[in-house]
Structure formats: C-alpha cells, structure tokens
C-alpha cells in the first residue's frame, strides 16, 4: 500500500476531531475526579443528553447549533449537579465499587428514559454548513469540522483561565489537591464537589453537541463506548491530570483513525482498549500516574 | 421461638431445591415459564461465577468475554466432532479458565478501575476478533447455530434440558461454595480486605488472584456454554457490554460476596423483569432496574441479604428512643 501523505493527514486531522469529543469527556471526568475521588462511568450518557436537548432545541426553533452550545450546557450542568446530590453524594466514601455499581444504574436510567422519549431510532441532524469544505493545498477539509476544533480550544481556554486565574478555581484545586486541608482553610468541599461535577457535565454536553453538529448519527446508546474510552485515557494520561487528558485525548484519537484507516474500521473501537492494556501491563498507574492511586 | 441460623439456612435451601426441582411440574410444563427458568438457571451460575471473582476483591467489567469463551469453544467442539454438547462444555469451561489465566497475569497488579477498565476493553477486543479475525470458523457477525444439549424430538425435552442445566448449576455452586469456605476463601477475603496484610500474614495474592481468576472463568465459561446450547445460537453479540453488566447488578442486587447474593438477586430481578415484560414495558423497564439498582447501592450497600437484619436495626433504633442514633453505628 502507498502511503498517500494527503491521506495521512486527512487521517491525522479526522484523529484531531475525534479527539476533540475524547479530549472533552476525558477532561470533565478528570475535573471530576481530582476534585470528588469519584469517576462516573455513566458520563457518556451525559453526551448522549446534550446531543438530543442541542437536537431537539434546533428542530424547534432553528438557531445555529453551535450558538447552542452554552445553553446545552447549561442545562445538563443543572443535571449533573442534580446526578451528584441524588446519586453520588450519598455513597461518596463508601468504596470504589459503588461508583461503578450507581453508574451502571445511571446509565440504563439515562438510556432508557430518553428511547422513552425519544425513540431508539439512529438520527442525523444537518449543520448549516455541512456543504462547505476549505481547501488547504489539494485536500478538503469541511469547515465544520475546524470550527470544532476551535470550539473545543476555546472551551478549553476557558477552563484553564477558570482553575487558574478565578477564586473557584483556586478553590476547585485546593479541594482536589487536599480535601481537608481545603476544608480547613472554609473551602466548602461539598459546594466544590457540586460545581466540579456541574462543570463536568457541561463539558460532556458540549462534546455531545458537537457531535451531532458534525453529522455523526446519534442515538440513546451511543454515549457508553465514548465515556469508556474517555475513562481509559485518562487511566493512560493519569488520573486527575488535565494536560495528561487533552495528549491521551488527542493520541486516541489518531490512533483510532489510523487503525480504522490502515486495518479496517471494526478496529476502530478496540484499537483504544489494546493501547490501554499495554500500557497497563507495563505501567500499572498509567504514563503519568503516581504510585499508590 | 428462635430458630438457630444455620438450620434456617439449611431449610431454606431445601426448600429452594425442592421448588426448582418441582417446577417443571408446578408450572405446568409452560415451554415459557421453563425457557425463562433454564435461561435463568445458567444466569445464576454466571453470576455466581463474578461473584467469585469480587470475593478476591476483583470486579471484572468484561466477563462476558468468558461466558463468550465458553459458548464458542463448547459450540465449536460441538459442531467438529460431533460430541454431545455435555462434553464439550467442559471443554468451553476450561478453554474460558486458561485464557481467563492469562488475562489474570496481566491484571494481578492492577485495582479497582484499572481492572474494570482492562476487562472491559478484553471483551470488546475479543468480539472484534470473534467477528473479523476467526470470522471463517465463527461465521462472523451473522453467528452459527449451535446443537442442542437434547435433541428437540425427544417428548418434554424441555424438562429434562432445565434438570441437566438445574443439576450442573447446583453442582457449580457447591463447589464454590466450598471453595469460598475453605482456607482458600479466607485467603480470598484477606486479600480482599488489606493485600499488604494478607502478604504480610503468609498469603500470596498473585498466586490467589490468578486461582480466582481462573476458576470464575471457567464457571463463566460453562455458563456461557450451558445457555448458548440452550438457545442453539450463537452470534458474537454474546460479547456484549449488556452481558458484562448483568452479573454484576444481580450480585450486588442479592448481596456481593455472599453465596445466595447472586442466586437470589438473580431470581429476583428476572421475575421483576419478565413481569414488567408483561405489563408491556419496554425501555421503562430498564429504567426501573436502573432505579431498583441505585436505591439497593445507596441503602442497603450489602444488598437484599442483609434487608432483615437492616430492618431488624431499624426497629431497635425506633424501639428505644434513647438509643445509638443513626450516625454513630456507622
């Protein structure tokens, strides 16, 4: 096979897209974790909501999607907080397996309410721009998806300037650095734990509407596989480190690409979990992670 | 009059084999009631099987992958020589423990996520390689028949399928039993509770966690091959994250690290799920499960097992105003 360098970086830029939609999963469930020592497998289904509320809300009244992004976001915001007092908050401390025992629970809740509301069927929704593509040399890129590569920079921008350069933030690092140290100095742990976990969601929200913005089909089941993958990366990039996130984000995301490309596209999804298990036989905390997590 | 515990259990074991060995009587020989039964029957095994695997303190994520293992090697076998399918699934069963060896030498270092995440990701990988790979031998996605474990000529073999799939179950779970109770069992819990102690005390983890490991998958496997000769079809849907989580929520369900968990919560939430069946719910159903599941995980954290001493708690706490309130027994 001659290894066509236009093809390669169709590849690499259809890997960078992907990955935007890992990055931002992977680092809301990072978020989460460093701040509540929790991980929520059912995160995915949070995608999966704010790609039906960004649908449901552009079939009614028509506004640009990516405009929609920030009120998406808000509301799932509003149900993850809602998820965590419900759900979390009362097993927090009481083990590791319940986290995943509740978010099994979660996760046929979540399914199943919205094929109750919304029918199982696999649906596509058209962004305005799905017929434009930008020409750079002789390849085609469609624009839709370099806006979603900007959009996921600029969210990401966002929560940078947010944890380092606001009070919250300071607050949300204090409380995932040291619980009670936080809690010492009048941090209120549990209103961080709230907020940490809002944030989180929204950022699964957003990854869920720029899915459906690019044109992928969606349906209630289509959140699990991505939340799973999102959990290995940051297995692989280090529990609680954002920057390990954003690089297992963007190396999951070629890595898929290229195996769907060079080995056939049922490779696409198990490619992730063979990356995860090598690097886990070798390193058994990840590539970045501490010994004793 | 107080009854002694043990003798209670020992009666209600009783009782419990002997409604599963009438049942095909009491039911009047429904080819439903006893399709749902078998199916049952092999889902308690598989789950008693997981739970096997949490008591060393290892929650495996993928172990539909072994059941997986067990139906293709037991349904291969099978469909090769000609063998009846009571041979072969010990063959599946012991294919399942050997591979489920090798994937427990790449887990023994890793915990609690990590290895959730490994199993996880061994089942999808392996349903790719099912369905691609071995696609010439496996029939790929459109799956293989696979014989029946009685020929279907043979008058009520229904009855006698549910009293070979009971009697293997049975047996399954008493080995389990016995094992979990023996000195093994106890290295099993000591590892689960504090491994540093447990090495510290003379016990070896690695050795133990690899015995775990292998003896649930093969368990699995059985299960596995028990119900795809049963349905007679095999498809590699069997890898299924959906059959990943079942065991889990029954055990945790009936109660995790206990014998009856698993059987109980097993039998349990398939009533619960065949009778909302027949209300006609279709995805509300998972919902309730869904629901059951997160209220069982948030307050009765050791599941349906302990439900009466939890009441029995409740009532002394309410007898005796002055008592130890809520927060101190914790």
New interface residues.
């Given amino acids: 096979m001659a290894l066509d360098f236009g093809i390669l970086i169709q590849v690499l830029f259809w890997g960078l897209y992907a990955g935007c939609i890992y990055i931002l999963l992977a680092t809301g469930l990072n978020l989460i974790f460093g701040v509540m020592k929790i ?1 929520n497998f059912a995160h995915g289904e949070l995608l999966m909501l704010g790609a039906y509320i960004t649908a449901t809300v552009f079939v009614l009244s028509g506004f640009n999607p990516y405009v929609l992004i920030p009120f998406t976001m808000f509301v799932l915001g509003l149900i993850g907080i809602g998820v965590e007092r419900l ?1 979390f908050r ?2 927090l401390g ?1 083990g ?3 986290e ?3 978010s ?6 979540f ?3 919205v ?2 509301i919304w029918g ?1 069927d696999r649906q596509v929704l058209n962004s305005p721009y799905q017929t434009i593509s930008v020409p750079i040399g002789d390849i085609q890129l469609p624009l839709d998806y370099i806006i979603i590569i900007l959009v996921t920079a600029l969210i990401l921008v966002g929560l940078y300037v947010l944890l380092r350069r606001t009070d919250l933030g300071r607050a949300l690092r204090a409380t995932s650095q040291n619980r009670k140290g936080a809690m010492i100095v009048g941090i209120n742990v549990e209103r961080m734990d709230m907020i940490s976990f809002g944030i989180g969601s929204g950022l699964a929200a957003a990854a869920g509407t720029l899915w459906v913005v690019s044109g992928q089909v969606f349906n209630p089941y289509m959140g ?1 596989l991505p939340a ?1 993958k999102a ?2 990366i940051i ?1 692989l990039g280090g529990l609680g480190s954002i920057p390990g996130a954003i690089v297992g984000g963007l190396i999951y995301g070629i890595a898929e690409n290229g195996a769907a490309y060079f080995l ?1 596209g ?2 696409k ?2 490619i ?3 990356i ?2 090598v690097v ?2 070798f390193r ?3 590539l970045f992670g501490e010994e004793g997590e | 009059m107080r009854v002694e515990k043990a003798v209670l259990y020992r009666y209600l074991t009783a009782i419990a084999l002997g409604i599963s060995v009438l049942l095909p009587l009491l039911a009047g020989m429904s080819f439903y009631i006893l399709n749902v039964a078998i199916i049952m029957l092999t889902l308690i095994l598989f789950s008693s099987a997981w739970n096997f695997l949490a008591y060393s303190g290892q929650a495996s994520l993928g172990h539909a992958a072994f059941f997986g293992i067990g139906a293709y090697v037991s349904t291969l076998i099978a469909r090769a020589t000609g063998f009846p399918p009571f041979g072969t699934i010990l063959f599946g069963g012991l294919v399942a423990a050997f591979i489920g060896l090798l994937l427990g030498l790449t887990c023994v270092r890793l915990k609690e996520w990590f290895l959730a995440m490994v199993t996880f990701g061994f089942a999808v990988i392996l349903q790719v390689v099912i369905a691609s790979s071995l696609a010439p031998t496996t029939g790929g996605w459109d799956g293989i028949g696979s014989p029946r474990l009685l020929p279907a000529e043979i008058p009520g073999y229904l009855a006698y399928e549910y009293y070979a799939v009971l009697a293997i179950t049975v047996v399954s779970i008493l080995c389990i039993h016995l094992i979990l109770r023996s000195r093994v069992g106890l290295a099993f819990a000591a590892i689960r509770e504090n491994e540093l102690e447990a090495r510290a005390s003379g016990v070896q983890p690695v050795r133990y966690k690899l015995l775990a490991f292998t003896v649930s998958s093969f368990f699995a496997g059985v299960a596995g091959a028990l119900e795809i000769h049963h349905i007679s079809f095999i498809s590699p849907e069997i890898f299924h994250a959906e059959l990943s989580f079942w065991p889990v929520i029954y055990c945790i369900f009936g109660g995790l690290g206990t014998i009856i968990g698993p059987i109980l919560g097993t039998v349990i939430l398939t009533v619960v799920w065949e009778g909302l069946k027949g209300f006609g719910l279709t995805y509300a159903r998972f919902v309730i499960i869904g629901v059951m599941l997160i209220l069982v995980v948030i307050f009765l954290p050791r599941g349906l097992v302990s439900l009466p001493e939890e009441i029995r708690k409740w009532k002394s706490v309410r007898k005796a105003p002055l008592g130890p309130d809520k927060g101190s027994d914790r």
């Fill in positions: 991980v759900c009362p097993i009481t590791k397996l319940n995943i025992f509740l099994l629970g979660l996760i046929y809740i399914q199943n309410g094929a109750l199982d699990s799973i959990f290995a297995i056939g049922i490779w999804d198990s992730s979990f063979l995860l298990i886990l036989i058994p905390t990840g």
